[in-house]
């Protein structure tokens, strides 16, 4: 995987403006704050965010993919103001899960996701190197 910074351009913090990589591509659908077995433990947006983000790395694991092949993540949260006040609960979670900022990132406020408790739902697309 290489970064993409255009000359002259500053790193952005939290996340990469571009990637590009070669291999087998892993797609993880919109992961949520809830359990394996669909289970809220809170309403609080920077725990669902953890959970969220262990889910992710659970299913790129049953794709045989690590997190450190993530290339793009896609963040949709129904408070912007939350989710803000939560960056330093949601950043050591990222550290902590996923361990490097290289991933091209957005981050969206909605007004709703389709579970009525959930606060935050992350996608991802990962590639695994040949």
């Given at each position: 995987?290489?970064?993409?910074?255009?000359?002259?351009?500053?790193?952005?913090?939290?996340?990469?403006?571009?990637?590009?990589?070669?291999?087998?591509?892993?797609?993880?659908?919109?992961?949520?704050?809830?359990?394996?077995?669909?289970?809220?433990?809170?309403?609080d947006i920077g725990v669902q965010a953890r959970q969220a983000l262990e889910n992710v790395v659970a299913v790129?694991?049953?794709?045989?993919?690590?997190?450190?092949?993530?290339?793009?993540?896609?963040?949709?949260?129904?408070?912007?103001?939350?989710?803000?006040?939560?960056?330093?609960?949601?950043?050591?979670?990222?550290?902590?899960?996923?361990?490097?900022?290289?991933?091209?990132?957005?981050?969206?406020?909605?007004?709703?996701?389709?579970?009525?408790?959930?606060?935050?739902?992350?996608?991802?697309?990962?590639?695994?190197?040949?």
């Amino acid at each position: 995987m290489q970064v993409l910074l255009p000359p002259g351009w500053p790193r952005p913090k939290g996340y990469a403006n571009g990637v590009t990589a070669r291999g087998r591509m892993v797609f993880v659908a919109g992961m949520i704050g809830w359990d394996a077995q669909g289970v809220f433990h809170s309403d609080d947006i920077g725990v669902q965010a953890r959970q969220a983000l262990e889910n992710v790395v659970a299913v790129l694991a049953e794709g045989g993919a690590k997190p450190e092949h993530i290339v793009r993540m896609t963040w949709y949260v129904t408070d912007k103001r939350e989710y803000v006040a939560a960056y330093p609960d949601i950043g050591k979670a990222f550290k902590e899960l996923i361990g490097c900022y290289n991933a091209a990132m957005t981050a969206v406020e909605v007004s709703a996701l389709i579970e009525d408790r959930a606060k935050v739902e992350i996608e991802v697309t990962a590639v695994v190197p040949d």
